[in-house]
């Protein structure tokens, strides 16, 4: 049993599993293993919807037969299907330079963590028929995909993530409108991300978002480093969006004052957010991906 548990993907060390392969491989594998760990098929039944009509061909079912057109005009004519998806999803991903950290180089950084977490999260997500788009962003959108169902749809998000972060600052806001804007009708939207973004900003964006119908999931992606200020004793610390803020301390001068600050500021994200009605969840990057993929899809199982 401890075996078994322990080759499943979604439980291994993160930067150990993506040292063993693509993005591609490594997001399959923990999607695999999240779905055994689930001991049933996450997949919805999946309504379908009428498309067109199409002349009959020998070895069609022929409950699909259209009868009151065989009687009028004296042709044989299947019902034809398409798949309808189950929900529409946005997944919105901050590619700032932020993101670009790590506390130690046998971690991943933020980005790399978040990129892979995201992923998984779109596969498992197009497995159950739902349709997921991606927006990336930092000072600017970099990345607009409209939610799609269709497996070549997953090959298109993975392209996009491998393009890396760019830019220097965050512009959240306009990344969680336009997301609403994708998911046309009331769906999910997932952003992912750091945080080190302007808070009344962000929560006047995600009200927006949420007036819309949508449900709402952040995932605040921190480095172990970030929460515990393993560092060492002397350093300048620099504001990885604004450069020209240096602030050289000792660890010890600091560190109970940091701790507090980041303890508070999480408690506040967390009952800010839980007063609009959206889920939150911290994520520290040498937790395995199967972490926030079960986050991620507690709240997609929430929705109708």
Known sequence: METSRATRADLIDPAQLASLGRMEIVAKWVVDGFLQGLHRSPRKGFSVEFAEFRPYQPGDDLRYIDWKIVARADKWMVKQFEEETNMRAAVVLDVSKSMDWRGSPARLTKLAYAEQVVAALSLLLIRQKDAVGLIRYDEALRSV????????????????????????????????VQAGKLVSRPGLVVLVSDLLVDEEATLSALKVVRAGGHGVT?????????????????????????EALHLPATASEVREAYRATVDRAIADWRSRLAALGVGYEVVFTDSPFGVPLRRAFASRQRLP
């Open 145 to 176: 995909i409209p939610p799609r169902a269709r497996n070549v749809q997953w090959r298109r998000i993975v392209k996009a993530l491998e393009e890396g972060g760019a830019g220097e600052d965050s512009d959240m806001s306009a990344a969680l």
């Open 218 to 242: 952040v995932l605040h992606i921190m480095d172990p480093s970030e929460r515990e200020f393993d560092v060492a004793p002397e350093a300048i610390f620099v504001d990885p969006e604004r």
